[in-house]
Every structure is written in C-alpha cells, then in structure tokens.
C-alpha cells in the first residue's frame, strides 16, 4: 500500500513559477514509475508527465520545455518543477504510483494562474 500527499499548489502570476511535491508512504518507492495528472474544471483528467523507475521521463506538449518532473528515492518523493505558467495550466494537480499491478493516486493540489 501506497500513500501519496501532494503540496506547493497555489496562486501564481502569469509567467510565474510553482514546484509540485508529492510524498509517498509506504514501501518500495523505488519500484513505482511516478507521474502527474491535472484536471481543470469541467475538463476531463489529462495526464502531464512521467518518470520510469529507470528515470526517464515524458511529457505532454503542452507543457514540453515548460515543466520538469524529477524523483528523490531517499525521501520518496516526486516533484513536479513548473516554470512560465499560463492560465491553461490552472488545475487540480495529481500524483500518481503506478507498477505492473496496480496504481495509487494523491487527493490532488489546487494551482491557480491568474492576475
């Protein structure tokens, strides 16, 4: 068993930076590939980016160039680095812990882009 929190949302400026945290309980951080999810509203969830257990990692275009996602096994966390943001990037954020047979996800982390 799995557990994920999330942290560093907020209210960020157009162009302004936020780093995504998301701390896992449990065993075996080691073995999950980790990734990100945000759903804005009345959207349906769309899958951000991803890191294997190996260390690579992808991400959708549309925040290419813009986010990074990276890992700490030793303090089993994942974060989610997310520089000039536009207001299409307001939504709640979602870890996620994936292996072969199962997935775990955090209750999400609201990030808001406005001025």
């Known amino acids: 068993q799995v557990q994920l929190v999330e942290s560093g949302g907020g209210l960020v400026q157009p162009g302004g930076s936020l780093r995504l945290s998301c701390a896992a309980s449990?065993?075996?951080?080691?073995?999950?590939?980790m990734g990100w999810y945000r759903q804005a509203p009345g959207k349906q969830r769309e899958w951000v980016a991803s890191?294997?257990?190996?260390?690579?990692?992808n991400y959708a275009d549309s925040v290419k160039g813009r986010f990074t996602i990276s890992r700490d096994n030793a303090k089993n966390t994942v974060y989610l680095q997310m520089n000039s943001l536009k207001p299409e990037d307001t939504a709640v954020y979602y870890c996620y812990a994936r292996s072969a047979l199962t997935s775990y996800w955090g209750q999400g982390t609201q990030v808001t882009v406005s001025s």
């Open positions: 890191m294997t257990t190996s260390g690579r990692t």
């Open positions: 449990g065993s075996s951080f080691s073995t999950y590939a």
